[in-house]
């Protein structure tokens, strides 16, 4: 099935707008993106290639990287972020605080371990294809 045609600058222009906006969350939902991430991700391939300043291709390979940020959350994953969200900073060891927050997060540790497992791997690769392409250039 061939995918739809979108035009590369709608893509990168999109793309960059949603990773400008602000999130305290260490995983965002991909239903944030404006296009596929494999669009996303061949664009920016593209625009990494062909962009002859250094600091924007610094750029574009950071915005490479960060695409494993973006990934589809299940409503567990949704409920993970929330819980992880709304405890703040991780308290002292041996505090009331640091007790409660270990509470809070032991029903959503599964579903957290799995969606972090699934960015790091993600960020694995798409690092390993930064680095492949910078070492060809």
Do not use: W
């Amino acid at each position: 099935m061939a995918q739809p045609e979108f035009d590369p600058r709608d893509v990168l222009e999109r793309y960059v707008a949603i990773l400008g906006q602000p999130s305290v969350l260490v995983v965002r939902d991909a239903a944030e993106l404006a296009h596929p991430k494999e669009s996303i991700r061949n664009v920016l391939l593209h625009c990494i290639r062909t962009e002859a300043d250094q600091d924007a291709r610094e750029y574009l390979r950071n915005a490479y990287v960060s695409l494993s940020s973006f990934q589809e959350i299940s409503e567990a994953d949704k409920e993970a972020l929330t819980v992880l969200g709304e405890m703040g900073p991780i308290a002292a060891e041996g505090s009331k605080l640091f007790d409660k927050q270990a509470r809070q997060i032991t029903h959503v540790a599964g579903p957290l371990r799995l969606l972090l497992d699934r960015v790091t791997a993600e960020r694995a690769v798409l690092g390993q294809e930064i680095k492949t392409l910078a070492d060809s250039e």
